[in-house]
């Protein structure tokens, strides 16, 4: 049987008709990746939350541009903590790093509150602050497997500045793993600014779920 | 719900060329993500740097993380006149080499990630590499270029974009 639309000019021309359900629209294809919130820096927000995360997705991503307000040019990282878990012994981190000059690790193997992203240089600068105009750090994080109730949580990042030299020593890309000890799926996730600075403006955390 | 990752284009090569560009990028997305899987026609290991709406001037910049196998290092360069991709292997081999460009349409200076994994059996290379494009412009055509030798017949390309809600 075809399929008829009804509209001002079919009811005035006639029925159109089509042999598809479609009927020449696009068919829906759900998306795999799909956005689920983001977040931005104002200039007066030193965390990034992302709460009410639903578990019907596999994966999360987080895809971030930040840029830091403080006037130093000294160390700038992110911390990450699991729902509202700052309980120390409860995370570990580890890091290969590249800052142009060098390639380096540091971690902390256990007894740890959060999980430490940097873009260090030789100096151990991190992300760019106001001092460097127009250029944001950027980062990719992901986190497989977040809703699981039988297994730990792995964060892995990959993260990076390059500043053209405009400062010596600044800047860099860095790998980063993290784990939370905890079977609880992951219903939120903050970043934070662990100086107490702020976010600029123009920084963008935009999360995302992976579908399995 | 808006498609959040969507492929914009894919170009497979029919016969070696020393290029792929990927032109009219809309400027609708959040960032941008380009996948190659390639192949050098040069004796030994190749390169890839990769080039934004056709400059060719000193107006990029780059750090590198490598590891060969051996050693792990790390070398930055400014004022180069490309980002850096990364190696490409030789025949019989295939390289995977992924560039995410943040804010590609964005009014700040461009940066992006990189990776490159070209390993072939007895030698390769894994990079990670950040790369700054120091232009306010938004980007709309990217140019992937092979530094040593041409990309091979069969490199496929494949760019896609990200938009956050």
Redesign the interface.
């Known amino acids: 049987m075809a399929v008829s639309r009804v509209s001002l000019s079919s009811i005035t021309q006639g029925f159109p008709k089509s042999r598809s359900f479609l009927d020449g629209n696009s068919a829906y294809?759900?998306?795999?990746?799909?956005?689920?919130?983001?977040a931005t820096g104002t200039g007066s927000n030193t965390t990034i939350t992302f709460s009410s995360i639903p578990s019907t997705y596999k994966h999360l991503q987080i895809?971030s541009?930040f840029k830091d307000s403080t006037s130093s040019t000294s160390s700038q990282y992110l911390y990450i903590n699991f729902n509202s878990n700052t309980s120390v012994n409860n995370y570990s981190w580890h890091n290969?790093?590249?800052?142009?000059?060098?390639?380096s690790a540091s971690g902390v193997a256990s007894g740890t509150s959060i999980i430490k992203i940097e873009n260090a240089g030789a100096s151990d600068p991190g992300f760019p602050t106001k001092t460097i105009p127009?250029?944001?750090?950027?980062s990719?994080i992901d986190i497989l497997d977040y809703a699981s109730s039988t297994k730990n949580k792995t964060l892995r990042a990959?993260?990076?500045?390059?500043?053209?030299?405009a400062i010596a020593n600044y800047?860099?890309?860095?790998?980063n793993s993290g784990l939370w000890l905890s079977t609880s799926a992951i219903t939120s996730i903050t970043l934070t600014n662990p100086d107490g600075s702020t976010f600029m403006s123009?920084s963008?955390f935009?999360l995302?779920g992976i579908t399995g | 719900m808006a498609q959040t990752y969507t492929p914009i284009a894919t170009t497979t090569l029919g016969s070696a060329a020393s290029s792929i560009t990927f032109s009219s990028i809309p400027s609708t997305y959040t960032d941008l993500r380009i996948v190659l899987i390639s192949q050098t026609t040069n004796a030994t290991t190749g390169g890839m740097e990769f080039q934004f709406n056709s400059d060719t001037a000193t107006n990029y910049s780059y750090t590198r993380l490598r590891g060969n196998g051996t050693a792990a290092s790390s070398s930055q360069s400014a004022n180069t006149t490309a980002g850096y991709g990364g190696y490409v292997v030789i025949s019989s081999n295939w390289s995977m080499n992924t560039i995410d460009i943040f804010s590609y349409a964005g009014s700040t200076y461009k940066t992006a990630l990189s990776t490159s994994a070209a390993d072939q059996n007895g030698s390769g290379d894994v990079w990670n590499i950040v790369s700054l494009w120091r232009s306010t412009s938004a980007i709309t055509s990217v140019k992937l270029n092979s530094t040593l030798g041409n990309f091979a017949t069969g490199t496929t390309a494949t760019i896609y974009g990200i938009l956050k809600a």
């Open positions: 294809i759900p998306s795999s990746f799909e956005s689920i919130a983001t895809r541009i290969l790093k590249g800052n142009g000059t060098n390639a127009n250029i944001y750090g950027v990719i990959i993260s990076g500045t390059d500043v053209n030299n800047g860099g890309i860095v790998l123009g963008t935009a995302y």
